[in-house]
């Protein structure tokens, strides 16, 4: 089995920054991709940011040279700094992770998801 585990989450001001970890754990053998995906009220769930295991990145237009993904491969964990958040940045975060596992049944591939963690912008 394989958790992903978000943190980092809260109330900020506008202009204010914020990061978010995303730690998985469990029967991995590797991690291809990992993203971020964020859920506002009445909307549908958009990509932020997403991070190939060698270190490739694309992030949406509406956050780009606001926001940074990176990740540390050694402790399969990924990492969001958002800086000079906006309002519209209000959202539920979600982690995302492509997570190669083996098992007696033997190998396989999936996309795990994280509970989310609340990003709140507001004065």
Do not use: H
Not at 69 to 88: C, F, G, H, W
């Amino acid at each position: 089995q394989v958790q992903l585990v978000e943190s980092g989450g809260g109330l900020v001001q506008p202009g204010g920054s914020l990061r978010l970890s995303c730690a998985a754990s469990g029967n991995i053998f590797s991690i291809n991709r990992m993203g971020w995906y964020r859920q506002a009220p009445g909307k549908e769930r958009e990509l932020v940011a997403a991070i190939t295991s060698s270190g490739s990145t694309n992030y949406a237009d509406s956050v780009k040279g606001r926001f940074t993904i990176s990740r540390d491969n050694a402790k399969n964990t990924v990492y969001l700094q958002m800086n000079s958040l906006k309002p519209e940045d209000t959202a539920l975060y979600y982690c995302n992770a492509d997570i190669r596992s083996y098992s007696d049944r033997g190998w396989y591939g999936r996309a795990y998801w994280g509970q989310g963690t609340q990003v709140t912008v507001s004065s």
